[in-house]
């Protein structure tokens, strides 16, 4: 009689109002104050988490859970596993070592996440004339740039441009404009005359023997 004890929520929950919260041993053999209420304990955002935030993995399914519910990490869309392509995970609502966020493995362990390898895009490789890229190794939600090759120029206002690789395998983004250089004028030597005015790159002219002078055609 007399004596108090302190009441707590059950692993995994949390009381619903703030302590302290005390029951004392009265002289009936009852106690006092024992109305004590409890919620499940929620879990952490497990996409800002250590293990995943860097991770290539699809954890949506994660997302508002409180203890004892599960979810499913996935390699998202544009990745292929390697190893497991899913993973169970518990909110345990623990905030110790062996949990991410609250979260443990289908062994109660801290998770290590799916290694999920991004998809390398094959659609949409920059074809454009007068346009170099380094788009041939890229994979999904990586980037590369396109910019003008050395015998082109940017079409006034233009510049180098980057683009995107997406999950559906497409590059996402825009080529630049570009049109070709104007080759300098060709300087004529004694006798030589030519076509080569007002040429740009990419584009044929020949220079030849004026009359009186012998020699072959150039191109």
């Known amino acids: 009689t007399a004596e108090m004890c302190e009441l707590q929520c059950a692993l995994g929950f ?3 109002t703030t302590g302290p919260h005390v029951s004392t041993c009265q002289a009936d053999g009852s106690f006092s104050n024992t109305e004590l209420t409890c919620t499940p304990s929620a879990c952490g955002d497990l996409a ?3 293990l995943f935030a860097n ?5 949506s399914t994660c997302s508002g859970l409180v203890y004892g519910e599960t979810c499913r990490a996935v390699c998202p869309d544009g990745f292929d596993p390697q190893g497991a392509s899913s993973q169970l995970l518990t909110c345990q609502a623990t905030a110790d070592n062996v949990s991410a966020a609250g979260f443990r493995d289908i062994d109660g362990n801290a998770p290590t996440p799916l290694s ?3 998809r390398t895009c094959t659609y949409g490789l920059p074809t454009r004339l007068g346009v170099q890229h380094n788009c041939h190794a890229v994979g999904t ?3 590369c740039s396109v910019w003008s090759s050395e015998t082109y120029q940017y079409v006034e206002g233009d510049e180098m441009q980057n683009l995107t690789c997406g999950a559906d395998g497409a590059l996402i983004g825009r080529i630049p404009d570009v049109t070709p250089r104007e080759c300098p ?4 030597g004694v006798g030589v005359s030519h076509t080569c005015a007002n040429k740009t790159a990419g584009t044929a002219c020949w220079a030849y023997c004026q009359q009186g002078y012998t020699e072959s055609m150039v191109q």
């Open 14 to 16: 949390q009381p619903t």
């Open 116 to 118: 999920c390898i991004p």
């Open 48 to 50: 800002s988490n250590v």
């Open 141 to 143: 939600q990586g980037t």
């Open 185 to 188: 004028t060709l300087e004529n």
């Open 55 to 59: 991770a290539f993995v699809d954890v």
